[in-house]
C-alpha cells in the first residue's frame, strides 16, 4: 500500500513504501566511503601472517621512505593512548577481556594488526604497508577451541587452560536418577561451524580531529552512533561533547558492527596525532580475516523421554570458540544459550554449563542472534529422539510444545515465558506445507529413488534486551513554522527501515500526514542519546520513544485548535494534519495554521501553552524482555550420488505482535533467513591446522545467491506484547529458525540410510561421506573418524590433525 492510499490517516500496520529506497537504488546514498575530508589521508593495516608469533622488532623506515607516507604507527605510538576501553553495553566494571588497538608483544591470529601506515591515498598506504619489516618469532599456535584447554600453549598470559570464563546452572548430578529411570534417552554432541555475518558494506570510519577546540568528528559504518560517540570520549580520554558522530547509510551490520574494534581505536587515536581527517576502509579480506567470527561452538546435549516421548528433562553442556580478541566478553551473551535451551517446549528438569575458550584465530563478535545454537542444538536433538523413540518429530513436538493457556510460565532454566504462541506458528506452517501431503509424496519418492526431507524448527527469541544501556530511547519531534514535522532518533539504521517505520510511528502518533514527516537519524549532534540497532530492540523502542513524545505534542496542538475553534478540547478532531470541530467539518485548521499560531502568533495562545511545537521525550522499557517465537518449515531434496542439497520450499510462521510495516518485517525474515541457509550448507570461515585462514575470498567463503534459495513462504500470527503497541522484535529470528530446520529436512531425506547429522555445513562432498559413513557402519567392524567436519573413514586409522571445523 503506498501513502497515497492510506487515507484513513493509519498508517502503522500498512506496506508504506520505504523513504529510503530512492536514494539507495539511484545509487545516491551515503557511505563512510562516499566521504570526502580536506586533506584526507588513508589508512592500511599490516597484518600479521603467522596465528601466533613473538614480535622480535618492526623496521618501518623503508615505509617512511616511500613518496607520499605520512606517518607509521605501531604498538609503542598508540596503545599508550587509550584512557579507557569499556563497551556501554557491558558498563565499566564488567569482566572483559584484553584489547590492544595493535599487537604488542605477540600476534594472536593471521590478521592481527601490528601496525598503521598513513598515506596520502589506499595504494600508497598498501604499497608502504608491505614495506614495513617484521621480525616474527614464530609460537605454537592454539587453534582448536575444543582441546584448548589441554593445551601447554596460552593465547593471553593469565587465562589458564585457554579459559575466557564459564557459567551454568544448577549440578548435572542433580538429575542423574531422572536419565537413569527413563525409557528413553537421546544425547548427541552437536557441532557448528565457524562462519560470519558477511555485510554488504565492510567496516569504515573516518576520524578528524581538531585540535585547537579538542574536538572529534567521526564518520562510521556503525549500528550505534551513540556508542561510537561514548567509546571515543572514554578512549581518548576527552568529554563526550566534544564528540561528534555521523552515521549516514550502513550497507548492513548483523551484530558486526555494534561497538567499534580494534581497528577503529587504532584511527581515533592516530587522529589526535595528526590532526587531519584519517579514512580507513576495510576490504573483503581483511573483512573475512579479521572483522570476527561467530557460531563456532559444540554442544553435549541430552534428552530424557517418557514412553510417550514426554519431555523428563533435557542438559546441555556447551562450549564456545572466543577466539583470540572476542568483542565483547562473550560470557554475558553466551549464557543465553543455556537459558533457552528448553525453548517452547515443557521441559520439568534441566541444567547447563557453558565455557568460552581463548583459540588463535579472529575474535567472537556479535552475529544475528548469538544464542541460536540453543536451537540448533535442541531442535537436531528432537529430530533424533523421534527417530529413536519411533514418533513423527512433528508428533513429538505436538506432545511437548506450550499451548497459549499454559502462559505465562518461567522455563526451567528461570527464563519467564509470556504473549507467545508457538503452537499457533507450528500449526499455521506445518499448513502452509500441507504436512500430510508431503508425507505421502516422500512415500512414492522413495519408493522412486527420490529422496526428500521435511525439517521444522520453533523457537522462542527475546527481544528490545533489558541491559541499562538498551532499556531507554529517545525522540525529538520537532514541528516547523511551515507545519512540516522532523523527528529526531538516535538511529543505526543498517538496512532495517528505521526510516519509514519512525515516519510511520510519528505520522500516526501525531495525527499528521506521512508526506509531512521527516525524519534525521544517526547524528550526534542533535539526536537524543539511544543504544542503536541491536538486539532486534528498534520497533519496540522507537515506538515507545516517539509515543512518549508526540502525546505531549499532541496535546498542546489539540490546545492551540480548540482555542482558536472556539471548542472544548475534547470536541476536536485531528486527522491527517487537519483540525475541525465534531460536527462542524467546515471549520478548520491545517497544521500550518496552527504551527504559525505557535511560533508567531504567541500573544493568542491559551493560557498556560507554551509557544513552539518542539518536544522531546525518553521511553524506558517496562519488561525485562519482549518475546517473539516462529516456525521454520524447510522440504529439500538430496541427490544421494552428488551430494547436492535442492532447497524446495521454505515456510516461515512469525509471531512479532502488531507489525508497524509488514513489507520491512517480511524483509528482515527474509534476509536472516538467507543467512541461516547460508550457515548450514555452504559458509564456513575455515583455518587449517596452523591457523591460517583458508576462505579469505568469495571463491573460498560460500554464499547462498537467489538461485540456492527457494522463494521463502510466510504466514503471521499476531499477539501483542507488553511493549509500545505490541510491537515484539523481528531482526533476529530468521537466522536463528532456518539452520535447524534445513539440518532436520537434509537428515529426513537420509533417514533410510541411517545417516546422522552432527557437523556442519553440509556441503556435497560432506553429504557423500556422511552417506558413506552410514553404509560402512551398517557392514559393520570399521573405525569412523572426523575431520574438518567431514568423516573419514577406514579399518584403522591414526587421529587426523584436530583444524578446526
Known sequence: MSIQETATGRYVGTRTLRVEDLRLLTGTGTYVDDVVRPGMLHVCFVRSPLARARIAGIDVREAL????????????????????RWYSLEGRDAPDTPRPPLAEDEVRFVGDPVAMVVAVDRYVAEDAAELVVVDYEPLEPVVDYATAHESPELVHPGYSGNLVGQLGGRPAEDLAGVFEAAPHVVRATIHQQCYAPVPMETRGIIAEWSAPGGEMAIWSSTQSPHEVRSFCARLLGIDEHRVRVAMRDTGGGFGQKV???????????????LSVALKWIEDRQENLMAAGQARHEHGDARMAFGEDGTILAATLDHVQDAGAYPTPSPVNSGIAVGLLFPGPYRVPEGTFSSKFMFSNTSGRMAYRGPWQFESMAREVLLDMAARQIGIDPVE????????????????????PYSDITPRETFEQALELLDYEAFRREQEQGRAEGRYIGVGTCTYVEPTTGAT????????????????????????????NSLETTVIQLTADALGVAIEDVSTIQGDTAVTPFGGGTSGSRSGSMTAGAVGETAAALRERILAIAAHRLGAAVQDVEFVRGVACVKGRPAESLSMADIASMAYFQVGSLPPGVQPGLEASGRYRARSPMIWANATHVCTCEVDVVTGRVKLLRHIVSEDCGPMINPSVVEGQIFGGTVQGIGGVLYEHLAYDDDGNPVSTTFMDYLLPTATEVPTIELGHIETPGPGPGGHKGVGEGGAIGAPPAVVNAVADALAPFGVKITRLPLSPASVVALLEEARLLREGGVDVLHEEGIPIVGTSAAKPGTGTA
Open 65 to 84: 621512505a616511500l613518496p607520499g607516507v605520512q606517518a607509521v604507527y605501531v604498538a609503542d605510538d598508540l596503545n599508550p593512548g587509550v584512557h579507557e
Open 468 to 495: 541499562p544501556f538498551l532499556s531507554t530511547e529517545g525522540a525529538t519531534i520537532r514541528i516547523e513554522p511551515s507545519g512540516k514535522v522532523n523527528v529526531y532518533v538516535s538511529g543505526g539504521s543498517c538496512g
Open 396 to 415: 513429538l513436538r505436538r506432545r511437548n510444545m506450550l499451548r497459549r493457556d499454559e502462559l505465562p510460565t518461567v522455563n526451567c532454566m528461570g527464563m
Open 259 to 273: 561497538m567499534p574494534q580494534r581497528e577503529d581505536m587504532c584511527v581515533m587515536l592516530a587522529a589526535t596525532k
